[in-house]
Nanobody, 127 residues
Framework: QVRLVESGGGSVETGRSLRLSCVVSGDVYRANCMAWFRQAPGKEREGVAG????????DYADSAKGRFTISQDNARNTVYLQMNMLKPEDTAMYYCAAVDRWDCTVVADKGTTWPYWGQGTQVTVSS
């Protein structure tokens, strides 16, 4: 079993930054791909950014490119999502997810094939 615990959400104004963290524990070897997803009220869950544990290859949704950065600290079993230039449309519950596979793309991914999830952390961006 893989356990994921997110932190770092909060309420900020447009243009500010937040860094989300996701600590992985349990069967860490199953978390070959890590990703951040988000779900806003009334909307479908969407992939934001993904990263491969080995090699660190990343993938971003168009909405995240140029503003968000996913990274990992394997020594701390932690994945981060640095979010800069936040916009009101970034307001959502953000979830950390993991899957044991090689393909870590998240574009157009609703997360249905990702088996491990954290409890989520709320991000609210005011205008």
């Amino acid at each position: 079993q893989v356990r994921l615990v997110e932190s770092g959400g909060g309420s900020v104004e447009t243009g500010r930054s937040l860094r989300l963290s996701c600590v992985v524990s349990g069967d860490v070897y199953r978390a070959n791909c890590m990703a951040w997803f988000r779900q806003a009220p009334g909307k479908e869950r969407e992939g934001v950014a993904g990263i491969r544990a080995i090699g660190g290859r990343t993938d971003y949704a168009d909405s995240a490119k140029g503003r968000f950065t996913i990274s990992q600290d394997n020594a701390r079993n932690t994945v981060y999502l640095q979010m800069n230039m936040l916009k009101p449309e970034d307001t959502a519950m953000y979830y950390c997810a993991a899957v044991d596979r090689w393909d870590c793309t998240v574009v157009a991914d609703k997360g249905t094939t990702w088996p491990y999830w954290g409890q989520g952390t709320q991000v609210t961006v005011s205008s």
